[in-house]
């Protein structure tokens, strides 16, 4: 796998450039360079997923070599999420200050802790979880992503959905409970 990455990533990560570069959307005050490393993780992670299905469909007999085929899968994917509006980076517009809360920040010890604690509680949970619950914990929790993505992606129905979610729920407030946290509730 570190071979297949270290082949792959120079021109995953010059595809993702170039395609970020022609076709994000100019002047909505973000440099598409900041999406850069996400969106490659992105595409590593398309191709790996269900053993590497996108991967095990290329066909040398076809005309392409791998890193053209891993190239055009990148800007694929690329181009697809700008051009929805929900993953899109660039679809949010900034929230009104008038409307944002404004409460003091907490201090830069209090941040520390807490980021502290949620890294134990997702560390933990890492240890837990197979690879595929922890893509879908990704996907609910960090990413954000929609109820449907997440069911689409992983082939599931809601219901299965939420119910792994409940029990997930329930795992994370039992990591935070031995860790005498409150950050999973």
Not at 20 to 39: K, T, W
Request: hydrophobic residues 40%.
């Amino acid at each position: 796998m570190h071979a297949l990455v270290s082949l792959l990533r120079p021109a995953i990560q010059a595809e993702v450039a170039w395609t970020l570069q022609r076709f994000a959307p100019h002047g909505r005050g973000r440099d598409p360079r900041q999406e850069l490393s996400d969106m490659v993780q992105e595409v590593f992670l398309s191709l790996i997923e269900n053993e590497g299905r996108i991967l095990v469909a290329w066909d040398p007999t076809r005309g392409r070599s791998l890193l053209s085929f891993v190239r055009l899968v990148a800007r694929h994917q690329v181009v697809s999420r700008l051009r929805s509006n929900r993953r899109c980076p660039w679809t949010e517009e900034p929230t009104p200050v008038e409307l944002m809360d404004l409460e003091p920040a907490p201090s830069p010890e209090a941040q520390v802790a807490n980021a502290d604690e949620a890294r134990q509680v997702v560390g933990l949970l890492r240890e837990e979880l197979s690879t595929r619950s922890m893509l879908m914990f990704e996907g609910l929790y960090v990413q954000e992503r929609s109820v449907e993505e997440v069911c689409e992606e992983f082939g599931l129905s809601k219901d299965a959905l939420y119910a792994w979610r409940s029990r997930m729920k329930r795992r994370l407030q039992k990591i935070a409970r031995r860790l005498g946290s409150g950050v999973a509730r």
